[in-house]
């Protein structure tokens, strides 16, 4: 058993500190983790920077999956955790905590998560974003929106509507949502580091909760 965190690749880049302090947090709450890096900035504009040579959409997604794994590897050696580029599908976790980037082209970090979910008996996925939560409706398009404390997965499919492109952005990936669906696991949307052991010592969170209903 392990617990599972899908650690926004611009979560990374736009909060270092927090990103410090979340990797000391982990490894003071008695728990294995299992961290999965986005990929943030730097793969979209990577995306964008190898589209000009004209790369087929697979090795686009490729472009993405390896920028991940920087991102994975990098926070590997800074915070000195165990890193692995093993299929999430049959991950082991051994040691405390295990960092990990992308898998398969078309996929995202979060259908990872999903995966490593499963094969880790993990009943839940904390989702660090730079969004508080879940909002009902775009925050990038919209001004007047409501953060949700709870969202059912179903509901969760109505906002997420968008194409599977290199580069793409969710605020959690509805292929990703639909594994969680299906198996049970509950997903945490937070930019609140201190939510991850609220939730596991069953305590009020301030991000949001996908589940259902
Ligand atoms: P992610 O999409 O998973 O990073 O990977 P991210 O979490 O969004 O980064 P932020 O935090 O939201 O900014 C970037 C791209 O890499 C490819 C996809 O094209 C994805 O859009 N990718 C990633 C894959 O093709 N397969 C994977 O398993 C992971």
Do not use: Q
Not at 32 to 54: C, H, M, Q, S
Not at 76 to 91: A, L, Q, V
């Amino acid at each position: 058993m392990a617990a599972v965190i899908s650690l926004g690749g611009s979560f990374i880049f736009d909060k270092k500190k927090d990103t410090s302090l979340l990797f000391n947090e982990l490894k003071k709450i008695n728990e294995k983790f299992l961290v999965i890096t986005g990929g943030g900035p730097i793969a979209r504009d990577y995306i964008n920077f190898a589209r000009e040579f004209n790369l087929t959409e697979k090795d686009l997604h490729t472009v993405g999956i390896k920028c991940t794994h920087i991102n994975a590897w990098v926070m590997s050696k800074t915070f000195k955790t165990d890193y692995t580029d093993e299929d999430p599908r049959k991950i082991k976790i051994n040691k405390k905590i295990t960092l990990t980037g992308g898998f398969l082209p078309g996929w995202t970090t979060d259908t990872c998560a999903a995966y490593a979910a499963v094969s880790t008996r993990s009943k839940i996925i904390f989702n660090m974003s730079k969004e508080f939560g879940v909002y009902d409706k775009d925050p990038r398009k919209f001004d007047n929106v409501k953060l949700l404390k709870e969202i059912s997965f179903d509901k969760l499919y109505t906002l997420t509507k968008g194409k599977r492109v290199p580069g793409m952005n969710f605020i959690f990936d509805p292929l990703a949502a639909k594994i969680c669906k299906k198996n049970g696991i509950e997903v945490i949307v937070t930019s609140d580091i201190e939510d991850i052991k609220r939730y596991l010592e069953n305590k009020k969170i301030n991000g949001t909760v996908i589940k259902d209903h």
